[in-house]
């Protein structure tokens, strides 16, 4: 079956402006995570769901990030102002379970000029 | 000092040897640990989990755990070109919860 996708795979920003990344976890999944991962480094946890539920946000950054998933499937992660600090992949994993295994997507890769 | 630390390589072995790879970690909360390959420019994809200490074996893999020192190992005997990608350890003091990774070991495996 499909596996999770995201999308754009590469985007480019100016600094201050607005991104929006988009996660498409495995269909059924109930747990989405969200990470970034910045060049070189692994991925450090950014924040999760439980279906529509965001039970965790206690890596984001700061308050310029925001993540959501209205109906418990697709998920959004925005970026406002956008900072050159902020350049990094941006992964997306589902898991079919509170504490299965995650399923990773292939990152959005976003560079701030 | 940072939570898990790993040696970034990168690691270079010729064909067929046996790699080991390995993590340190200080928070001794930590029950589950886990192995994640990531090949360039993709997402990592779960290799092998443990949980507290021990061994367990995976075809080619084999994922230690020693909990009183605090260290993991993962060791790819007959290493493959196709084994040439990032390895990332990772560990949570839940199973499914907010993993911590180290920052990636780099193999490269030569034909």
């Known amino acids: 079956g499909a596996g999770v996708s995201q999308s754009p795979r590469y985007k480019v920003a100016k600094r201050g402006q607005d991104v929006a990344l988009r996660c498409d976890p495995i269909?059924?999944?109930?747990?989405l995570f969200w990470y970034q991962q910045a060049l070189g480094q692994g991925p450090e946890f950014l924040t999760y769901?439980?279906?529509?539920?965001?039970?965790?946000k206690s890596g984001l950054p700061s308050d310029r990030f925001f993540a959501e998933r209205p109906e418990g499937s697709v998920s959004t992660l925005k970026i406002q102002r956008t900072q050159q600090e902020d350049s990094a992949v941006y992964l997306c994993?589902?898991?079919?379970?509170?504490?299965?295994?995650?399923?990773f997507g292939p990152g959005t890769r976003l560079l701030v000029l | 000092q940072k939570e898990v630390e790993q040696d970034p390589g990168p690691l270079s072995v010729p064909e067929g040897a046996i790699v080991s790879l390995n993590c340190t970690y200080s928070?001794?909360?930590?029950?589950?640990f886990m192995w994640y390959r990531q090949y360039s420019r993709k997402g990592p994809e779960l290799l092998m989990y443990?949980?507290?200490?021990g061994n367990k074996e995976d075809g080619r893999f084999t994922a230690q755990v020693d909990k009183s020192s605090k260290y993991i190992s993962l060791f790819i005997r007959d290493s493959q070109p196709s084994d040439s990608a990032t390895y990332l350890c990772?560990?949570?003091?839940?199973?499914?919860?907010?993993?911590?990774f180290g920052p990636g070991t780099r193999l490269s495996v030569l034909p």
């Open positions: 994993a589902s898991s079919p379970v509170l504490g299965g295994t995650q399923y």
């Open positions: 769901f439980q279906n529509e539920a965001q039970l965790d």
């Open positions: 928070n001794s909360a930590f029950q589950y």
């Open positions: 269909s059924g999944h109930v747990s």
């Open positions: 443990t949980y507290s200490s």
């Open positions: 990772a560990m949570s003091e839940d199973y499914g919860q907010n993993f911590v």
